[in-house]
């Protein structure tokens, strides 16, 4: 059974939405590179009682999906955190979908040895031999970092069987979303066995944007879970998903500040096991930040702790007022869904 919002919250714990909105600023960070068709970054911080929270789902997101986002918010900045288990997270580099040439100069942005890197394939207008190319350049640049390619659904699914059978050489850990649909994950999956290929295969969207975030794990669909705690509604609801799906997971942002970074290692040193590297080190892909610690990995790691927000820097990446209502109000909405699911 899906965990539900009212596990987390109740009327009478929830904070009031003229407190939330009266403590909230919004932002716009830009990006070294573009990510997932963006340039900047815009969100919303939260101070409240037990720190800071921040909603950042993306402006295309509907008030339905983007209430669990309000909901880990206001987690973290009311209710603060689960008791960590661990004081360090092993965490991957990102690879945005560039060009081979470029993966130098975005890897080495990353403080450290680097030692997993998640490479973003399947890019719209891309074709599969860019991405091969893309993660060759990796192996190259970093050849005793473990590999990892994220498709975000991009495939279809006979795309993503030749895919898989030409990257094999690669050795990757696993491939994340290889297609769209919970139905094509399990075709996917039988015919990959049929064919003597072990490659693992994870789930993201099917996970996050799906009513029952179990079902990938019901239907046998995903070897992985990837878990990221603010679309899933906060830490202690990702906790509750993690546990009733039985599967290794892997905690990953959702291309926040470290802010919304801060609850993505909270859910990860909340977790019995982590056999993989987290996708938590997409600050570095950012060329600002709300924070003068800012929570970067270094050799891989990033430490439990804390996050200040620094009012400077926060002034000056603040959004101009109509965009600050446009938020707002897209706030006043998810406030309303979460109402309704309590």
């Known amino acids: 059974?899906?965990?539900?919002?009212?596990?987390?919250?109740?009327?009478?714990?929830?904070?009031?939405?003229?407190?939330?909105?009266?403590?909230?600023?919004?932002?716009?960070?830009?990006?070294?590179?573009?990510?997932?068709?963006?340039?900047?970054?815009?969100?919303?911080?939260?101070?409240?009682?037990?720190?800071w929270g921040e909603f950042a789902p993306f402006v295309e997101y509907p008030p339905e999906e983007s209430a669990h986002w309000l909901a880990?918010?206001?987690?973290?900045?009311?209710?603060?955190?689960?008791?960590?288990?661990?004081?360090?997270?092993?965490?991957?580099?990102?690879?945005?979908?560039v060009d081979a040439e470029q993966v130098p100069s975005v890897l080495e942005r990353y403080q450290g040895d680097i030692r997993e890197v998640k490479i973003k394939v399947a890019e719209r207008g891309q074709s599969l031999a860019e991405d091969i190319a893309r993660v060759s350049a990796v192996h190259r640049y970093a050849p005793d970092a473990r590999l990892k390619v994220d498709a975000n659904g991009g495939w279809?699914?006979?795309?993503?069987?030749?895919?898989?059978?030409?990257?094999?050489?690669?050795?990757?850990?696993?491939?994340?979303?290889?297609?769209?649909?919970?139905?094509?994950?399990?075709?996917?999956?039988?015919?990959?066995?049929?064919?003597?290929i072990s490659a693992l295969i994870a789930a993201d969207e099917s996970v996050r944007k799906a009513q029952d975030p179990l079902y990938v794990a019901e239907r046998g669909a995903a070897d992985v879970l990837i878990l990221k705690a603010a679309p899933l509604g906060g830490v202690r609801r990702a906790l509750n998903i993690c546990e009733?799906?039985?599967?290794?997971?892997?905690?990953?942002?959702?291309?926040e500040s470290s802010v919304g970074i801060r609850s993505g290692v909270a859910l990860a040193a909340s977790l019995p096991e982590l056999p993989f590297g987290c996708g938590l080190g997409t600050v570095s892909l950012m060329s600002a930040d709300v924070t003068r610690d800012s929570l970067c990995a270094r050799d891989?790691?990033?430490?439990?702790?804390?996050?200040?927000?620094?009012?400077?820097?926060?002034?000056?990446?603040?959004?101009?007022?109509?965009?600050?209502?446009?938020?707002?109000?897209r706030v006043r909405a998810c406030y309303r869904v979460i109402e309704e699911r309590l």
């Open 244 to 255: 009733q799906a039985g599967l290794p997971v892997v905690v990953s942002s959702a291309l």
């Open 156 to 196: 279809t699914l006979e795309e993503a069987f030749e895919a898989i059978q030409r990257l094999e050489e690669f050795e990757l850990l696993y491939v994340e979303q290889p297609v769209a649909s919970v139905d094509e994950l399990v075709l996917l999956r039988d015919r990959l066995k049929a064919a003597g």
């Open 300 to 329: 891989g790691i990033i430490p439990v702790r804390d996050v200040e927000v620094d009012e400077r820097l926060v002034s000056s990446v603040l959004v101009d007022d109509d965009t600050r209502r446009w938020w707002h109000e």
């Open 1 to 51: 059974m899906e965990p539900s919002l009212s596990s987390l919250w109740k009327m009478d714990t929830l904070p009031q939405l003229s407190e939330v909105l009266a403590h909230s600023v919004v932002v716009q960070i830009p990006m070294r590179v573009k990510f997932r068709g963006v340039h900047f970054r815009q969100t919303m911080l939260f101070e409240g009682e037990s720190g």
């Open 72 to 97: 880990s918010a206001l987690e973290s900045a009311w209710l603060g955190f689960p008791e960590p288990i661990r004081s360090v997270i092993p965490v991957n580099s990102t690879l945005p979908a």
